[in-house]
């Protein structure tokens, strides 16, 4: 993530970023270099804002210039390596960036003004992901493309501080594209999963494990955690980045739908964001993508509390830091 990261540290250079990818600066540039004239002049730049991009990208270590032949650093193509995270990261940066310029007073102040006007809460529109249809399919795919790409890259720092050994078969609630339960199988012999999540969401998610080895052992199960209980029969239960979505009497309810549906020695767990932190540096401008859901957030000191009211037992957290700190909570219902 930190490959990424550091491109996207303030918003000029994370759109001058943007304006060379989507110009398909990548492929022209590649491996090897092209003539700065002729990028400009195909981007129809003027003379002074070739040397305004040009001036970013060098100084924020994506290109260098070297007698008029453009090249990426070394850095940048080791990052382009993570071209689908770029990406998905810049777009959204890009796209709630207005939220928090425009509404900046109103996040600190009135979140419920904010989430009324924010352009981010115009996305993630889960009340287009309960019908099938091609318009509700390509609203859905908006976002869910976005959240399986950052958990491609999340699942691995989740999982590794799991002990899944022994056990059986997964639900994971809100498990999106299947991404997550894709990564546990995957590393767990034995393991099968299932994911539980609004219809559009599994119609999405089948598409996606379509083409992967994992697409046998992981099962889409669409539902509405609001309207009905989860289904029984896993042995482990995951949360990922759900919980914060909602109020604390949802979040506890689906924490009590879990408790019920769990057999003894189930194990529970969840991934989420920590609370947003602010440390000896400035936010850099990547931030934007999670400020947007800054009251959100919970310490994993009220998770482990809830799970003790529930009965759990071995509640345990650990927290590390991706982009930003995240947790990892697991606790074990008892025999
Ligand atoms: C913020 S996303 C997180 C997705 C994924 N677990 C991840 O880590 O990227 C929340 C997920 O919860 C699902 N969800 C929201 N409301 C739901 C409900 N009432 N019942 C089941 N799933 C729901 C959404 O469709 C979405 O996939």
């Not at 999670?290 to 957290?317: D, S, T």
């Amino acid at each position: 993530m930190a490959a990424v990261d550091r491109y996207l540290k303030t918003e000029i250079e994370a759109r001058a970023l943007a304006f060379i990818l989507a110009q398909g600066w990548i492929e022209t540039i590649g491996r090897g270099s092209a003539r700065s004239a002729s990028l400009a002049a195909a981007a129809g730049l003027t003379p002074a804002g070739a040397a305004l991009l040009f001036g970013i990208l060098a100084a924020g270590g994506v290109i260098a210039e070297e007698d008029g032949n453009i090249v990426f650093t070394p850095a940048f193509i080791d990052a382009l390596r993570y071209r689908d995270l770029l990406e998905a990261k810049l777009w959204f940066a890009n796209f709630v960036a207005s939220d928090v310029h425009d509404l900046f007073g109103t996040l600190l102040t009135d979140m419920p003004h904010f989430m009324r006007r924010a352009k981010v809460f115009e996305l993630f529109r889960y009340d287009l992901a309960m019908a099938v249809t091609p318009d509700n399919l390509t609203a859905t795919a908006r976002w869910v493309g976005y959240t399986t790409v950052l958990t491609r890259y999340e699942a691995g720092a989740g999982l590794d501080r799991l002990e899944l050994g022994g056990r059986r078969h997964m639900l994971d609630v809100g498990g999106n594209s299947g991404e997550f339960a894709r990564q546990a199988v995957e590393r767990q012999p034995g393991l099968t999963a299932e994911v539980f999540d609004l219809p559009v969401v599994c119609e999405l998610g089948r598409r996606h494990l379509a083409a992967t080895k994992q697409k046998a052992s992981v099962r889409f199960t669409p539902g509405d955690l609001r309207q009905q209980p989860l289904p029984q029969g896993a042995d482990v239960i995951s949360f990922k980045s759900m919980l914060h979505d909602w109020p604390d009497h949802h979040a506890r309810e689906f924490l009590q739908k879990a408790w019920d549906a769990l057999p003894p020695n189930g194990l529970l767990v969840i991934y989420e964001r920590a609370e947003i932190a602010i440390g000896a540096a400035p936010l850099p401008y990547s931030m934007v993508a999670n400020l947007v859901f800054l009251p959100f957030f919970r310490p994993a000191a009220l998770y482990m509390q809830w799970l003790a009211e529930f009965g759990f037992e071995g509640i345990a957290a650990q927290e590390f830091t991706l982009e930003m700190s995240f947790q990892v909570i697991i606790a074990r219902k008892p025999a």
